[in-house]
């Protein structure tokens, strides 16, 4: 899952709960109770121009899916609308139940409850649950969501790992029946068959992407401009740049929907706010009703919560995201070059930027954090060899920059004469950060060149090959509670978030086969080992560099009841938010 704030996923049910809150400094004690309110409109504020996706085949961060789940969509399953631990566990939704495997987990099935209904008032069918989950296999038109069911379903793969069912919109009769034999309905029960044993397979049906969608109202790639609801809210007014406003749907029906309450009369989404006015809106509590989007930035946080008075209205808590700079190994082709680029790089700097370790997190020394329990293991070499030094180590890179002169000419010169890109978001935040690391670089004898990217378009741009830099910021947290939703996401060809374009590293075909072996063990402990395997081989290969175990620092008016984190998406619990 990866991550909107400045800068996709769950963490391990209780150990990870209870790490968070042992982290927690602040937090809104108003309970759900009695005193909860219905009526009103909640505002969430952010500089994003837009949602990076609102079509459910292509959400895939994790405060997007938490929205999008808790008011414009149903999924088959839900996690419990609940702080703390209880919130990591599975409760039906627009199933009976959160599936039924057989055949050792390779065959998942779900029956649809009575009463469901899209927003016109039809009936939400097995069919429109098949053809919804469909659309995630046209990865030409609907890309940057989930990848699990090309990954998982029971469909021949072509060599490069993409499906040979295309999808729906281009599919023959030949290539729909690869899919029918995958994914059938009878009545309203929907059968999953997989290319193997998935023991945890029903928490991807928590994801938007495995959700109906109305074939005759499918409108491609503008779906995601007007999704259709079957959540308690529907569009009115979706217009980028502007605003997103949700207004109560008629046609949902509460008694088929035994897990939402949905309070506000209205929501609404302010997009394009300059994120200092965002945080005086915070500080100054001048409109009660509004919740930042985005988190604090960072200069602002320490004062925020050291503040009795706006601590009360604010949640820092550890994250479940790893933060990186992905490496292009396409273009920064040798280990050499990349090395040189992860011991050049100042480290310091940006936890000082964002609030020091207190307040912004600590280096991690891979992409599992240690959230995610026995997945997680620390690593040797990158930040616990000898040479790293937290302000970067000038002299060590330049020994390397000489070793990638001869082993890769053309990333050598991009290092040293025309520039290595790095791609950002385009906030002041991360142009915050631009003089430190050019400082840094500079020292160690290298160039480099910034790609600042409007927000709300970040995760699409960069993940379009064509386009992505030399390097990128990013971040990451586990699908769920296990390491086969990090390492292969972020390091597997059509993983789904694969920045590191690493396919074609001579180190690559190795590093696959710990991670196949590690998809095909079933048993926990054993998984773990290897999981520990793979995640030391990506850090040997320095696929990524600047690791951060981050923390989270979100704020709140004082007119907004029942403020919580909920763990599973690293976000506030929106289901039991309320106006005063």
């Not at 040979?164 to 309905?185: E, I, R």
Request: net charge positive; aromatic share 12%; proline share 7%.
């Amino acid at each position: 899952m990866s991550v909107t704030r400045k800068g996709r996923r769950v963490i391990a049910g209780v150990a990870a709960s209870t790490l968070l809150a042992g982290t927690m400094m602040a937090v809104s004690t108003t309970a759900v109770s009695a005193a909860s309110k219905s009526g009103g409109t909640l505002i969430f504020v952010t500089q994003q121009q837009q949602l990076d996706h609102i079509d459910p085949t292509r959400v895939y961060t994790g405060r997007d899916i938490a929205f999008l789940n808790t008011y414009l969509f149903r999924t088959l399953v839900a996690y419990k609308y609940s702080a703390g631990a209880a919130g990591y566990t599975l409760t039906p939704d627009l199933a009976t139940n959160t599936g039924v495997p057989s055949n050792k987990a390779k065959t998942w099935t779900w029956t649809l409850r009575p009463g469901v209904t899209w927003q016109d008032g039809s009936k939400i069918t097995c069919a429109d649950l098949k053809y919804g989950i469909s659309r995630e296999f046209a990865q030409d038109v609907l890309p940057d969501g989930p990848t699990y069911g090309i990954q998982y379903f029971a469909i021949p793969q072509n060599s490069d790992g993409s499906s040979k069912y295309p999808g729906p919109y281009k599919a023959t009769p030949a290539q729909a029946k690869l899919y029918d034999k995958a994914v059938s309905c009878k009545g309203q029960t929907i059968t999953i068959r997989l290319n193997k044993s998935v023991a945890d397979f029903n928490f991807f049906a928590t994801y938007p992407a495995m959700s109906p969608v109305k074939k005759s109202k499918d409108t491609g790639e503008k779906y995601d401009l007007a999704p259709l609801s079957t959540g308690p809210y529907k569009i009115q007014q979706y217009k980028i740049g502007d605003s997103l406003t949700l207004v109560r749907n008629p046609k949902w029906n509460r008694k088929s929907d035994k897990i939402r309450t949905p309070y506000p009369d209205s929501i609404e989404v302010r997009f394009g706010i300059q994120p200092d006015v965002i945080d005086q809106m915070m500080k100054t509590d001048s409109i009660p009703n509004a919740v930042s989007f985005d988190g604090l930035l960072p200069q602002d946080v320490p004062a925020y919560f050291q503040n009795p008075s706006t601590a009360r209205r604010g949640l820092l808590v550890l994250d479940p995201y790893t933060r990186y700079m992905a490496v292009n190994a396409a273009s920064m082709n040798c280990l050499a070059a990349r090395k040189a680029l992860f011991f050049a790089w100042n480290t310091q700097a940006i936890i000082d930027a964002n609030g020091g370790t207190k307040y912004y997190g600590v280096p991690g020394d891979n992409a599992i954090k240690p959230n995610l329990g026995p997945d997680y293991a620390p690593t040797t070499g990158n930040i616990h060899d000898p040479n790293w030094k937290a302000t970067g180590n000038p002299a060590y890179v330049k020994t390397l920059l000489e070793q990638a002169k001869t082993q890769c000419p053309s990333a050598y010169n991009k290092l040293t004469n025309t520039g290595v890109s790095i791609d950002l978001p385009n906030t002041p935040t991360y142009k915050a950060w631009t003089p430190s690391i050019s400082a840094a670089m500079k020292a160690a004898g290298i160039v480099v060149t910034y790609n600042f990217i409007p927000s709300g378009q970040y995760y699409s741009t960069i993940m379009n090959t064509s386009k992505q830099g030399d390097m990128s910021r990013s971040g990451w947290g586990a699908d769920w509670a296990n390491a086969s939703t990090v390492i292969p996401p972020l390091f597997v060809k059509n993983g789904g978030f694969d920045l590191s374009q690493n396919w074609n590293d001579p180190a690559y075909p190795a590093f696959v086969k710990i991670v196949n072996q590690a998809m095909g063990e079933t048993n926990r402990a054993k998984q773990s080992v290897l999981w520990h395997k793979a995640a030391q081989y990506a850090m040997d290969q320095y696929w990524i560099l600047g690791v951060m175990f981050s923390k989270a620092a979100d704020a709140f008016g004082s007119g907004v009841g029942g403020v919580k984190w909920w763990g599973p998406q690293g976000t506030f619990l929106f289901p039991t938010m309320y106006l005063k």
